[in-house]
Protein backbone atom coordinates (compact mmCIF):
# COMPACT_ATOMS: atom_id res chain seq x y z
CA UNK A 1 0.00 0.00 0.00
CA UNK A 2 2.42 2.40 0.66
CA UNK A 3 2.86 5.55 2.85
CA UNK A 4 -0.76 7.22 2.89
CA UNK A 5 -2.15 9.95 5.58
CA UNK A 6 -4.67 8.32 7.61
CA UNK A 7 -7.20 10.54 9.15
CA UNK A 8 -8.76 9.79 12.43
CA UNK A 9 -12.33 9.95 12.48
CA UNK A 10 -14.21 8.01 15.18
CA UNK A 11 -13.20 6.74 18.51
CA UNK A 12 -15.22 4.58 20.60
CA UNK A 13 -15.39 1.80 23.60
CA UNK A 14 -18.03 -0.08 21.57
CA UNK A 15 -15.85 -2.34 19.03
CA UNK A 16 -19.11 -3.46 17.39
CA UNK A 17 -20.60 0.37 16.47
CA UNK A 18 -16.50 1.03 15.75
CA UNK A 19 -16.65 -2.09 13.06
CA UNK A 20 -20.13 -1.07 11.37
CA UNK A 21 -19.31 2.58 11.34
CA UNK A 22 -16.17 1.05 9.07
CA UNK A 23 -18.72 -1.03 7.00
CA UNK A 24 -20.64 1.91 5.98
CA UNK A 25 -17.25 3.72 4.86
CA UNK A 26 -16.47 0.83 3.34
CA UNK A 27 -19.28 1.09 0.97
CA UNK A 28 -17.94 4.48 0.05
CA UNK A 29 -15.27 3.18 -1.54
CA UNK A 30 -15.99 3.36 -5.47
CA UNK A 31 -13.40 0.52 -5.95
CA UNK A 32 -12.98 -2.59 -2.97
CA UNK A 33 -10.53 -4.88 -3.04
CA UNK A 34 -11.35 -8.31 -2.17
CA UNK A 35 -8.43 -8.88 0.40
CA UNK A 36 -8.82 -7.91 4.37
CA UNK A 37 -5.62 -7.52 6.10
CA UNK A 38 -5.57 -8.04 9.68
CA UNK A 39 -2.93 -8.04 12.64
CA UNK A 40 -3.60 -8.56 16.52
CA UNK A 41 -1.28 -8.67 19.30
CA UNK A 42 -2.39 -11.88 21.42
CA UNK A 43 -1.88 -11.92 25.27
CA UNK A 44 -3.51 -14.73 26.70
CA UNK A 45 -3.60 -18.47 25.71
CA UNK A 46 -7.32 -17.84 25.67
CA UNK A 47 -6.96 -14.54 23.04
CA UNK A 48 -4.46 -16.77 20.81
CA UNK A 49 -6.62 -19.78 20.93
CA UNK A 50 -9.49 -18.11 20.05
CA UNK A 51 -7.53 -16.19 16.72
CA UNK A 52 -6.16 -19.87 15.98
CA UNK A 53 -9.32 -21.25 15.70
CA UNK A 54 -10.34 -18.10 12.50
CA UNK A 55 -6.76 -17.25 11.14
CA UNK A 56 -4.64 -21.35 11.44
CA UNK A 57 -2.37 -20.65 9.36
CA UNK A 58 -1.20 -17.26 9.88
CA UNK A 59 2.61 -16.98 10.61
CA UNK A 60 2.42 -16.12 14.67
CA UNK A 61 5.84 -15.06 16.39
CA UNK A 62 7.18 -13.12 19.47
CA UNK A 63 5.51 -9.30 19.97
CA UNK A 64 8.64 -8.06 19.91
CA UNK A 65 12.08 -9.36 19.66
CA UNK A 66 13.44 -12.00 22.56
CA UNK A 67 16.85 -12.93 23.30
CA UNK A 68 18.39 -15.56 25.05
CA UNK A 69 19.63 -15.00 27.96
CA UNK A 70 22.49 -16.65 28.10
CA UNK A 71 24.02 -16.01 24.65
CA UNK A 72 22.48 -12.85 23.65
CA UNK A 73 20.79 -14.47 20.20
CA UNK A 74 17.58 -13.99 18.75
CA UNK A 75 14.75 -16.48 20.20
CA UNK A 76 13.01 -17.45 17.13
CA UNK A 77 9.09 -19.06 18.01
CA UNK A 78 8.69 -21.98 16.67
CA UNK A 79 6.11 -23.60 18.56
CA UNK A 80 2.86 -24.67 16.45
CA UNK A 81 0.38 -22.80 17.75
CA UNK A 82 -2.35 -25.27 16.69
CA UNK A 83 -0.95 -28.52 18.98
CA UNK A 84 0.78 -26.66 21.53
CA UNK A 85 -0.05 -27.17 25.00
CA UNK A 86 -1.42 -23.99 27.22
CA UNK A 87 1.42 -24.63 29.13
CA UNK A 88 4.11 -24.50 26.25
CA UNK A 89 2.40 -21.28 25.07
CA UNK A 90 2.08 -19.08 28.06
CA UNK A 91 5.63 -18.06 28.29
CA UNK A 92 5.54 -16.94 24.59
CA UNK A 93 2.85 -14.71 25.12
CA UNK A 94 2.44 -11.79 23.62
CA UNK A 95 2.78 -13.32 20.17
CA UNK A 96 1.74 -11.31 17.36
CA UNK A 97 0.86 -12.04 13.55
CA UNK A 98 -0.27 -9.70 10.12
CA UNK A 99 -1.90 -11.53 7.74
CA UNK A 100 -3.10 -10.83 4.01
CA UNK A 101 -6.75 -12.13 3.88
CA UNK A 102 -9.25 -13.64 6.25
CA UNK A 103 -10.05 -17.46 5.43
CA UNK A 104 -13.23 -18.31 3.61
CA UNK A 105 -15.85 -17.86 5.88
CA UNK A 106 -14.14 -15.50 8.19
CA UNK A 107 -15.20 -12.28 8.12
CA UNK A 108 -14.05 -9.02 9.86
CA UNK A 109 -16.98 -9.35 12.13
CA UNK A 110 -15.64 -12.75 13.66
CA UNK A 111 -12.30 -10.81 13.63
CA UNK A 112 -13.26 -8.09 16.25
CA UNK A 113 -15.28 -10.49 18.08
CA UNK A 114 -12.15 -13.04 18.41
CA UNK A 115 -9.61 -10.30 19.92
CA UNK A 116 -8.62 -9.53 23.37
CA UNK A 117 -7.67 -6.89 24.94
CA UNK A 118 -4.31 -6.53 22.80
CA UNK A 119 -4.10 -4.24 19.77
CA UNK A 120 -5.14 -5.39 16.46
CA UNK A 121 -6.01 -3.65 12.88
CA UNK A 122 -8.39 -4.63 10.30
CA UNK A 123 -8.19 -2.69 7.22
CA UNK A 124 -9.87 -2.64 3.66
CA UNK A 125 -8.43 -1.19 0.46
CA UNK A 126 -10.25 -0.10 -2.43
CA UNK A 127 -10.23 3.72 -3.97
CA UNK A 128 -12.92 6.90 -2.91
CA UNK A 129 -14.59 7.90 -5.84
CA UNK A 130 -13.59 10.94 -7.92
CA UNK A 131 -14.73 14.21 -6.66
CA UNK A 132 -13.30 16.77 -9.50
CA UNK A 133 -15.45 19.60 -8.75
CA UNK A 134 -13.39 19.97 -5.15
CA UNK A 135 -10.35 19.00 -6.28
CA UNK A 136 -10.13 15.57 -4.68
CA UNK A 137 -9.37 12.52 -6.97
CA UNK A 138 -9.03 8.81 -5.98
CA UNK A 139 -6.27 7.15 -5.03
CA UNK A 140 -5.97 3.29 -5.60
CA UNK A 141 -2.37 2.57 -4.10
CA UNK A 142 -3.36 4.38 -0.75
CA UNK A 143 -6.91 5.13 -0.19
CA UNK A 144 -8.48 2.59 2.50
CA UNK A 145 -10.75 1.92 5.63
CA UNK A 146 -9.11 0.92 8.70
CA UNK A 147 -9.99 -0.29 12.26
CA UNK A 148 -7.89 -0.34 15.20
CA UNK A 149 -8.70 -1.88 18.12
CA UNK A 150 -7.30 -1.28 21.53
CA UNK A 151 -5.25 1.44 20.14
CA UNK A 152 -5.38 4.76 19.23
CA UNK A 153 -2.47 4.98 16.79
CA UNK A 154 -2.91 4.17 13.24
CA UNK A 155 0.45 1.88 13.55
CA UNK A 156 -1.52 -0.13 16.00
CA UNK A 157 2.08 0.20 18.26
CA UNK A 158 0.45 2.11 21.18
CA UNK A 159 -2.18 -0.25 23.37
CA UNK A 160 -5.16 1.89 25.08
CA UNK A 161 -7.55 -1.14 26.00
CA UNK A 162 -11.03 -0.73 25.16
CA UNK A 163 -10.11 2.25 22.86
CA UNK A 164 -11.17 1.37 18.91
CA UNK A 165 -10.51 3.84 16.48
CA UNK A 166 -11.39 4.37 12.58
CA UNK A 167 -9.50 5.82 10.21
CA UNK A 168 -9.96 6.69 6.43
CA UNK A 169 -6.72 6.47 4.48
CA UNK A 170 -6.45 9.24 1.47
CA UNK A 171 -3.67 9.78 -0.95
CA UNK A 172 0.00 10.00 -0.18
CA UNK A 173 -0.22 13.32 0.07
CA UNK A 174 -3.19 13.67 2.53
CA UNK A 175 -7.06 15.30 1.42
CA UNK A 176 -8.45 16.95 4.67
CA UNK A 177 -11.50 18.05 2.77
CA UNK A 178 -12.47 14.40 1.50
CA UNK A 179 -11.37 13.21 5.36
CA UNK A 180 -13.75 15.52 6.76
CA UNK A 181 -16.80 14.69 4.15
CA UNK A 182 -16.04 10.94 5.14
CA UNK A 183 -16.26 11.46 8.95
CA UNK A 184 -19.48 13.41 8.25
CA UNK A 185 -20.80 10.43 6.32
CA UNK A 186 -20.67 8.46 9.70
CA UNK A 187 -21.57 11.33 11.27
CA UNK A 188 -18.37 11.92 13.17
CA UNK A 189 -15.24 14.42 12.61
CA UNK A 190 -11.43 14.73 12.12
CA UNK A 191 -10.19 13.91 15.55
CA UNK A 192 -6.81 14.96 15.06
CA UNK A 193 -3.47 15.50 13.32
CA UNK A 194 -3.54 12.67 10.32
CA UNK A 195 -0.51 10.22 10.70
CA UNK A 196 1.73 7.95 8.23
CA UNK A 197 -0.29 5.13 7.75
Known amino acids: MGNSV ?18 HLRGLLATRYAQVYVGAELRTVEDLRRMV ?3 P ?19 DFDADVRTATDAELAPELPLDFVHTELPDGVD ?22 DEPELGSYGSPKYDAVQLVLNSDA ?5 QVTGVHTL ?11 RAERLAAAIGGAVLGEPEQG
Do not use: N
Open 154 to 158: CDWDR
Open 6 to 23: AYPVLRTADPAEAYEKAR
Open 57 to 75: DAFYDHAGMREDPATGEPL
Open 167 to 177: YVHVTKWGDPG
Open 108 to 129: GEDFVRAVGSGPASLQWEGCWP
Open 53 to 55: RLI
